[in-house]
């Protein structure tokens, strides 16, 4: 038993209750002082409801809540910042036209008419230097990256005083540099003295930066357990509540004729630098080929290129012979080209429509959906019933915004629209990224299944262990280009990275 001098904050029977959906079931959490306590779960654990009722933006429909052993009501965040409580959420609540001296005093109360930007900044920077980070206090937040902005945000909740930081998924924008330097800010923060709840699907990191981990499943409590006496294994198992396959069984590869053909294509960025530059690439049938390299190599761009987004200034695309260079999206999909972007959300899904909608994308224009001038609904539901029961996505009201839907759900939502259009060439580009291990083991078999169907699969990733889990060969680009493609089944690791690094290696 936890001594009550120990604890800091209990949740006590918390329910938390949506239109068709019970998001918290009696849930209780404890917090000790001075620890880094994970909340782990799939996507659509109750993790983020849970913390959002602690932050004051969810009232609870059951339970209560105690801090240093004293009740307390949190009706706003306003209310659970006066008790020491800051969140910071995945999706950072900043202003981008303000600097950082504006987001960090934005509603403070003891902020008035006039403010002393010169002392704020001063405590800003000793904030910062205490914890060994930079941030220019003057700087506007448009300008500073996604880890400088992460900063800003952890800054702004100690400025108002926190005693109990919620960092909800705070890796899932991170490189793993930054990722191991917020870490290193977290233990800083713990040896004070502070209380960290750490929301998280990743297991490497939970094993390394927690004290003690608490796990959700459906919104229900799974248990509470140190973790020096836990496994990854089973950690998994208490998430899912089944073994996970770490690993997975690959058929023989049977390759077909050549697919996609890209010969030497070039294209700009967004910021009209030569983001390709005389690239060439060929993927049958039957085969993953997987994209390797660091981030801002032009992966993003091979992938519009391919897929109607971009435009070569050079260069020819070619699927199953026919020369689709610069064609329209919709060309491209008729052609049996589909693509699962890495923002699902804001290029894959249409978030203020229902889950019917987004599933009937790719056939809305076909019979039986289409009808003459009109859409038949009733098929539509019934399509879109089939796509929930064979892929296993959690849908609390169907005709509800498919924004309400968890990550993972999200994701297999498109996976299955675009799975079920029959692809010949099917374009990945991060398709397992901020998933739980669950929906990351769906996701790799399912493309290992399409394979195994003869479709071409280009799956472009930042996951080296993802690429090598279930590509047959990896082509690996720098500066635009492929600097060599290899053997997925007999590579050298230390080869794969001096070819990251732009060393040119052999082709397979």
């Known amino acids: 038993m936890e001594g009550q001098e120990q604890l800091m904050l209990v949740m006590s029977n918390i329910t938390k209750r949506f239109p068709g959906i019970v998001a918290n079931d009696h849930v209780s959490f404890s917090l000790r002082k001075g620890e880094i306590h994970t909340l782990l779960g799939e996507n659509g654990a109750g993790k983020s409801t849970l913390m959002n009722v602690l932050d004051g933006i969810y009232y609870p429909d059951e339970g209560e809540i105690t801090i240093e052993g004293k009740r307390v009501d949190l009706r706003s965040p306003l209310d659970s910042m006066k008790h020491g409580i800051g969140m910071i959420h995945q999706h950072f609540m900043l202003v981008d036209s303000l600097s950082v001296i504006e987001n960090v005093i934005l509603g403070l109360e003891s902020q008035r008419f006039y403010i002393d930007k010169k002392s704020v900044a001063g405590q800003i920077e000793a904030i910062a230097k205490k914890y060994n980070f930079r941030v220019d206090p003057y700087a506007k937040i448009w300008q500073l990256s996604v880890g ?261 759900n999200m994701q297999k939502l498109l996976l299955a629209r675009e799975i079920e259009d029959n692809p010949r060439l099917l374009i990945a580009e991060h398709p397992t990224r901020g998933l739980d291990v669950g929906a990351t083991e769906f996701v790799r078999k399912t493309l290992l299944e399409q394979r195994d169907n003869g479709v071409a699969v280009l799956l472009i990733s930042e996951d080296l262990d993802e690429i090598l889990m279930v590509a047959d060969r990896v082509a690996v680009m720098y500066e635009g280009h492929i600097v060599g493609i290899v053997d997925a089944h007999h590579v050298d690791i230390a080869q794969i990275g001096l070819m990251m690094a732009g060393a040119v290696g052999a082709k397979a």
């Not at 203020?352 to 056939?363: F, G, P, Q, W, Y």
């Open 148 to 408: 400088e902005q992460q900063r800003v945000e952890i800054i702004k909740t100690l400025f108002k005083g926190a005693r109990i930081l919620i960092l909800d998924e705070p890796t899932a924008v991170l490189t793993p540099q930054e990722s191991d330097e917020l870490f290193g800010i977290l233990r800083e923060m713990k040896s004070e003295g502070k209380s960290i709840i750490f929301i998280s699907h990743k297991l490497n990191e939970v094993m390394s930066v927690s004290d003690r981990i608490t796990v959700l499943r459906k919104g229900r409590l799974v248990g509470t357990v140190d973790t020096a006496s836990i496994t990854e294994s089973e950690l998994a198992k208490m998430m899912i509540g089944r073994d996970i396959l770490f690993r997975l069984e690959r058929k023989d590869i049977e390759l077909g004729r050549a697919i996609l053909e890209v010969e030497d294509a070039q294209a700009y960025n967004d910021r009209g630098i030569m983001a390709l530059n005389k690239l060439s690439i060929t993927v049958h049938g039957g085969e993953i080929m997987g994209v390797a390299g660091v981030a801002g190599n032009g992966q993003v761009e091979l992938a519009e290129c391919i897929t109607g987004l971009r435009h070569l200034i050079s260069g020819h695309v070619t699927v199953e012979g026919i020369d689709v260079t610069n064609a329209t999206p919709r060309t491209l999909a008729s052609a049996g080209v589909n693509y699962i972007p890495a923002d699902r959300l804001g290029v894959g899904l249409v978030p203020n429509l229902s889950t019917v909608e987004n599933a009937m994308l790719r056939k809305y224009r076909q019979e039986p959906m289409c009808r003459g001038a009109f859409i038949d609904y009733g098929a539509a539901c019934t399509y879109a019933d089939g796509l929930i029961e064979k892929f296993d996505i959690a849908v609390p009201l169907r005709n509800a915004p498919v924004k309400l839907l968890s990550g993972g």
